[in-house]
């Protein structure tokens, strides 16, 4: 069984579960009528959101290059955590707001998309591992006028961490040429 035939039966699934009824339900809605009466809506939205992707994605990479040796080397990693971990948690927070706003706005495309909810669960598999990350990274301590390197599990993680990122955003794409 090919990948694109396991997307068509998931797609099949899908439109046999009670998904179906909610995102009619919220098609109805008027929020998501409005946003479906204006042209512009969708795409501002959108715009927003890949922006939130941009700032998120940014930072959590420049925290995992800094974890891999390859940029921020003039400071400590807790200077760049500092730096760039407020930018994370804003940017989170403008993605989930846009990312409600997307499914309020086309509920059939998003909730009836198979991709979609690859991506959901990709996004629940980052949470999960980026927490246990940081639990681990917060073991390792340095003595002050010291170099804090990190070991090879670290490092994997920095790599495991940014390729999960890359794999979300191109389902984040994909959801937009995924027949429903």
Known sequence: MSFSDLLFAFTEWLRTT??????????????????ASHFWAIPIIQTLHILALTAAFGSV????????????????????????????WWALLVLVITGIGMIIGEPIRELINPIFW????????????????QAALSRYTVEPGTALRFGAGARLGAVGLILL????MFAGRWIAYAPV
């Open 18 to 35: 009670p998904l179906v009824e909610t995102a009619l339900s919220i098609s109805e809605h008027p929020l998501s009528l409005l946003i």
């Open 61 to 88: 990479l420049m925290i995992n290059l800094r974890i891999l040796g390859l940029t921020g080397n003039s400071r400590t990693f807790a200077q760049t955590v500092k730096r760039f971990r407020p930018w994370t």
């Open 118 to 133: 690859i991506k959901m669960g990709l996004i629940v598999v980052l949470i999960l591992l980026s927490l246990w990350y």
């Open 165 to 168: 990122w890359c794999v979300i």
